[in-house]
């Protein structure tokens, strides 16, 4: 009688599957602040655009600014700029429910995809994220005043909306809510 054993080095599989999973992250999540990046989003967003147009699911976009947010790079610095980056995406991935998607739409401004919602739930959780922002607590230099918030568009999709006119009417509400004084939700 005999036997033989047979031996499979498999490291060099799972160094593979976890380089895939890095350049997969890489791909979709912002650097800085760890959301989605912008290509994810608009991934996302025609996926529940569709969702909305062939199943008549609701989906609301909330397209959120820092305010101000030249002014904080240049009274602060960069190095602080990235904080309040950084900080406000912590918020905001922590408010979310675990089918909501935020990311980082570039620069200083945000999206959050929110499904299963009618007008009233959006406003509250816009209205939620907006307190929560300014509300958020970040070791920023002591020499520096450092007041942050947001402001908000809230839109929901419409059968005939593109990934456009569904960016464009959020971005339109958000500018209303800068010109109306700013750290304001604005619905339409």
């Given at each position: ?10 490291s ?15 791909a ?8 989605s ?46 904080l ?73 999709c ?31």
């Amino acid at each position: 009688m005999g036997g033989a054993e047979v031996f499979s080095d498999n490291s060099s599989k799972h160094d593979m599957a976890e380089r895939l999973w890095e350049l997969e992250e890489l791909a979709l999540l912002d650097g800085l602040t760890r959301l989605s990046n912008r290509r994810h989003l608009d991934a996302e967003l025609q996926s529940r655009i569709q969702e909305v147009q062939r199943y008549g699911m609701s989906l609301g976009v909330l397209f959120m600014d820092i305010d101000d947010f030249k002014k904080i790079n240049d009274r602060c610095g960069h190095a602080i700029g990235d904080l309040v980056l950084q900080t406000v995406a912590n918020t905001l991935a922590l408010m979310g429910r675990p089918f909501d998607l935020f990311g980082r739409w570039g620069g200083e401004e945000f999206v959050g995809l929110i499904r299963n919602v009618n007008q009233d739930a959006l406003v509250k959780i816009g209205q939620r994220c907006r307190a929560l922002v300014e509300q958020s607590a970040t070791a920023f230099k002591d020499d520096c005043d450092l007041r942050v918030t947001i402001s908000l568009g809230a839109t929901l999709c419409r059968p005939d909306d593109t990934l456009d006119s569904l960016m464009d009417r959020a971005d339109r509400l958000m500018y209303e809510g800068k010109r109306q004084g700013k750290n304001r939700l604005v619905v339409g």
